[in-house]
């Protein structure tokens, strides 16, 4: 058992783990994000020693904001909360979580791998990958 995550020291009978090491990770609140008409609460989760930036954090806000303004995000007046997960280096998972007028959470994930990448022009399915 790792004392640190509490996840048992060996992951491999749960699948394809190889390589794999749980690290501790920070999690901090932002400010409540208004998208689409809809209010998501923010939260940046990273290593403590190498933390989501503030330029990171504006880029993916920027994207939330185009995605509801064009409609490829639908949150229609929904409530709901956002992760921004780096998981290393320049690549970081978007979360948008929000309760669809039920006990059900709906799930968009987006990925980007480097900030300075050229723009992409395919519209996401059920993910895209950001910026744009």
Not at 82 to 98: A, E, P, T
């Amino acid at each position: 058992m790792n004392s640190q995550s509490g996840l048992p020291a060996d992951l491999s009978r749960f699948g394809n783990v190889e390589g794999y090491s749980h690290y501790p990770k920070t999690v901090t609140p932002g400010l409540p994000a208004p998208a689409g008409g809809g209010l998501l609460k923010w939260y940046d989760i990273a290593e403590a020693a190498t933390p989501v930036t503030r330029d990171t954090s504006a880029l993916a806000q920027r994207f939330l904001a185009a995605e509801t303004a064009t409609g490829r995000l639908k949150l229609k007046g929904e409530l709901g909360f956002v992760i921004l997960h780096r998981c290393g280096g320049d690549f970081h998972f978007l979360l948008v979580s929000s309760w669809r007028n039920a006990n059900e959470i709906w799930e968009t994930v987006s990925i980007s791998r480097c900030f300075r990448c050229p723009a992409r022009t395919a519209p996401p399915s059920a993910s895209g990958s950001w910026p744009r």
